[in-house]
């Protein structure tokens, strides 16, 4: 407001000047003589003062013309000048034009579009450094990768363009799965720019899948210089690192350097299982049982693993069950209440043959998380303490349609694993396994098509096998045998402690087969004890 105000003093001083000035000028007597050649002309100093302007303004049109006229001749001779200058202008907006239409119809997918205006972007402009970017990404989206093979070498003489030169081509080699070709390029990359984030993440994984342990800890230490990973993952990783070093360096033979690097990774994550596990079977080969024990506790208290109680009974192998139930109870004492806890409890104590004790052990956990493991030691405790065929008949039943238990799972595909990996067997993601319940698959729909099977084995009475005759050369035909009597039934076993036999009928489904060969129902007895023997196999190793 105060601006415009003195904006408009101003103008009205200026004017009032300028009308005063020419007031004066007016009312001025006198005139002005100009004489030239022997001509004179007498002028007013007005007529003066207009005749001068007219003289300026003629002698400033004079400059432009000439000017002109020499840029002109300029042009012709190619000279950079005004002209040049213009037409360049014209030409560059329209590069540009075109080069956003080329980036409007790339994003969009109309390729074979983005191609025809990256041609006249081309023409237009001299800006290599966008204009190869552009046409190569068009080239792949079109499927042409030989067309932006070369545009990518193309960029790699430029310095400001090599970086995306080089990535580009390690995106067309990764994509033909040259990891070789990939991992120089990747290395490459690296090298121009340490810091790049997307760089780091595709070098490591193919140091990962390569098995170089030692490039991927270094590409690991890099990453956490760029502030790309937090300080707690990298140490984890480092850890995993150094645990499949160790591995790689057992598969060579070099003892001495498997054990530094085991010894290094359960350092670097003391509670991470594996790591505790194998550190402390190695100190326990060395005859360190504290120092074994103490590691295997440490892990123990944050995450109970079957792993870290095979590794803590390992630690004394020649130890009677009643020892080794003892040696446990610190460990035990830990974590009661956690279902491996109370697993490692029941089988210590089936070793033992305290079936009450195992019973007392595993308490409601096959009821309240039936699993394979659970239901297998419950039919194992029914059947040390003397239980019926029904009853034992009844848990494996169960173990055949429970989910299998905790595993190894992938976080990236899902997929379960017998043994922890530094890398998935299926995706190749690096630690992506960890200790979890795996989705129900199609193991359930196998167990039941073979509880028929199983029920069948258990239902069906003993008999006798039959011996076989020994066959002989060129021998007569026989004649027709007579019938056979039927087998009389075989006594059952007196004494304490004996098992009453099952008579429930057999199911619809069931087929008995024993009436034409006796020894089909006696290997199926003998398959149904091995079922239930396979299933406490874990309570035997401990």
Same mark, same amino acid.
Request: charged share 25%; aromatic share 6%; with cysteine.
């Given at each position: 407001?105060?601006?415009?105000?003195?904006?408009?003093?101003?103008?009205?001083?200026?004017?009032?000047?300028?009308?005063?000035?020419?007031?004066?000028?007016?009312? +001025?007597?006198?005139?002005?003589?100009?004489?030239?050649?022997?001509?004179?002309?007498?002028?007013?100093?007005?007529?003066?003062?207009?005749?001068?302007?007219?003289?300026?303004?003629?002698?400033?049109?004079?400059?432009?013309?000439? @000017?002109?006229?020499?840029?002109?001749?300029?042009?012709?001779?190619?000279?950079?000048?005004?002209?040049?200058?213009?037409?360049?202008?014209?030409?560059?907006?329209?590069?540009?034009?075109?080069?956003?239409?080329?980036?409007?119809?790339?994003?969009?997918?109309?390729?074979?579009?983005?191609?025809?205006?990256? @041609?006249?972007?081309?023409?237009?402009?001299?800006?290599?450094?966008?204009?190869?970017?552009?046409?190569?990404?068009?080239?792949?989206?079109?499927?042409?990768?030989?067309?932006?093979?070369?545009?990518?070498?193309?960029?790699?003489? *430029?310095?400001?363009?090599?970086?995306?030169?080089?990535?580009?081509?390690?995106?067309?080699?990764?994509? !033909?799965? *040259? +990891?070789?070709?990939?991992?120089?390029?990747?290395?490459?990359?690296?090298?121009?720019?340490?810091?790049?984030?997307?760089?780091?993440?595709?070098?490591?994984?193919?140091?990962?899948?390569?098995?170089?342990?030692?490039?991927?800890?270094?590409?690991?230490?890099?990453?956490?210089?760029?502030?790309?990973?937090?300080?707690?993952?990298?140490?984890?990783? =480092?850890?995993?690192?150094?645990?499949?070093?160790?591995?790689?360096?057992?598969?060579?033979?070099?003892?001495?350097?498997?054990?530094?690097?085991?010894?290094?990774?359960?350092?670097?994550?003391?509670?991470?299982?594996?790591?505790?596990?194998?550190?402390?079977?190695?100190?326990?080969?060395?005859?360190?049982?504290?120092?074994?024990?103490?590691?295997?506790?440490?892990?123990?208290?944050?995450?109970?693993?079957?792993?870290?109680?095979?590794?803590?009974?390992?630690?004394?192998?020649?130890?009677?069950?009643?020892?080794?139930?003892? #040696?446990?109870?610190?460990?035990?004492?830990?974590?009661?209440?956690?279902?491996? +806890?109370?697993?490692?409890?029941?089988?210590?104590?089936?070793?033992? =043959?305290?079936?009450?004790?195992?019973?007392?052990?595993?308490?409601?956990?096959?009821?309240?998380?039936? +699993?394979?493991?659970?239901?297998?030691?419950?039919?194992?405790?029914? #059947?040390?303490?003397?239980?019926?065929?029904?009853?034992?008949?009844?848990?494996?039943?169960?173990?055949?349609?429970?989910?299998?238990?905790?595993?190894?799972?992938?976080?990236?595909?899902?997929?379960?694993?017998?043994?922890?990996?530094?890398?998935?067997?299926?995706?190749?993601?690096? &630690?992506?396994?960890?200790?979890?319940?795996?989705?129900?698959?199609?193991?359930?729909?196998?167990?039941?098509?073979?509880?028929?099977?199983?029920?069948?084995?258990?239902?069906?009475?003993?008999?006798?096998?039959?011996? !076989?005759?020994?066959?002989?050369?060129?021998?007569?035909?026989?004649?027709?045998? =007579?019938?056979? !009597?039927?087998?009389?039934? #075989?006594?059952?076993?007196?004494?304490?402690?004996?098992?009453?036999?099952?008579?429930?009928?057999?199911?619809?489904?069931?087929?008995?087969? @024993?009436? =034409?060969?006796?020894?089909?129902?006696? @290997?199926?007895?003998?398959?149904?004890?091995?079922?239930?023997?396979? &299933?406490?196999?874990?309570?035997?190793?401990?």
């Amino acid at each position: 407001m105060i601006w415009s105000l003195i904006k408009v003093l101003l103008f009205v001083g200026v004017a009032a000047g300028l009308a005063y000035g020419a007031s004066l000028i007016v009312e +001025t007597p006198g005139e002005v003589r100009l004489a030239f050649a022997g001509q004179e002309m007498s002028l007013s100093p007005l007529g003066f003062i207009v005749v001068l302007l007219v003289l300026f303004l003629a002698v400033w049109v004079l400059l432009r013309l000439v @000017g002109l006229l020499v840029a002109v001749m300029r042009f012709m001779t190619g000279d950079a000048t005004a002209i040049t200058r213009y037409l360049d202008r014209n030409r560059e907006r329209k590069g540009f034009d075109a080069l956003s239409e080329a980036l409007i119809a790339l994003a969009a997918g109309e390729g074979r579009k983005a191609q025809a205006k990256i @041609g006249q972007a081309e023409k237009l402009l001299s800006r290599p450094d966008v204009t190869r970017l552009i046409a190569a990404q068009t080239a792949e989206q079109l499927g042409n990768t030989d067309r932006a093979l070369e545009y990518y070498k193309q960029m790699l003489s *430029d310095d400001s363009t090599r970086f995306v030169g080089v990535q580009g081509l390690l995106r067309q080699k990764l994509a !033909e799965g *040259d +990891t070789a070709t990939a991992m120089k390029l990747a290395q490459k990359a690296f090298a121009l720019k340490p810091k790049h984030e997307g760089t780091l993440d595709t070098l490591f994984a193919l140091q990962a899948k390569a098995e170089d342990w030692s490039g991927a800890r270094k590409t690991l230490a890099a990453k956490v210089r760029a502030a790309a990973l937090p300080r707690d993952v990298g140490k984890r990783r =480092e850890a995993v690192l150094s645990l499949a070093d160790a591995g790689a360096a057992f598969s060579e033979g070099k003892k001495d350097k498997a054990r530094d690097a085991a010894y290094a990774a359960n350092k670097l994550a003391p509670h991470f299982v594996p790591a505790a596990a194998l550190a402390a079977r190695l100190h326990a080969e060395n005859g360190e049982a504290r120092q074994a024990a103490r590691i295997i506790k440490k892990a123990w208290a944050e995450s109970p693993h079957p792993d870290l109680a095979s590794a803590f009974a390992a630690i004394a192998p020649e130890e009677s069950p009643e020892a080794r139930l003892k #040696r446990f109870q610190p460990l035990l004492k830990m974590k009661p209440s956690h279902p491996e +806890t109370r697993l490692v409890t029941a089988e210590l104590s089936l070793t033992a =043959e305290d079936f009450p004790g195992a019973r007392r052990a595993l308490g409601d956990l096959a009821e309240t998380h039936p +699993t394979t493991r659970s239901l297998a030691l419950m039919a194992a405790i029914e #059947r040390g303490e003397g239980a019926a065929d029904s009853v034992v008949r009844g848990w494996l039943a169960k173990a055949l349609e429970a989910p299998r238990g905790e595993a190894w799972v992938c976080e990236a595909c899902n997929t379960a694993h017998g043994q922890w990996a530094p890398l998935c067997e299926s995706c190749n993601s690096f &630690d992506t396994l960890s200790w979890t319940t795996p989705a129900q698959t199609e193991d359930a729909a196998s167990g039941s098509a073979m509880l028929p099977l199983i029920v069948g084995a258990l239902q069906a009475p003993d008999r006798e096998p039959e011996p !076989e005759e020994p066959e002989t050369a060129a021998e007569p035909e026989p004649e027709a045998p =007579e019938p056979e !009597e039927a087998a009389a039934p #075989r006594p059952e076993t007196q004494g304490e402690g004996r098992r009453s036999r099952d008579v429930t009928p057999p199911p619809a489904d069931y087929v008995d087969v @024993g009436a =034409e060969d006796g020894d089909v129902d006696v @290997g199926k007895k003998k398959g149904g004890d091995q079922v239930a023997a396979e &299933d406490s196999s874990s309570a035997r190793a401990l």
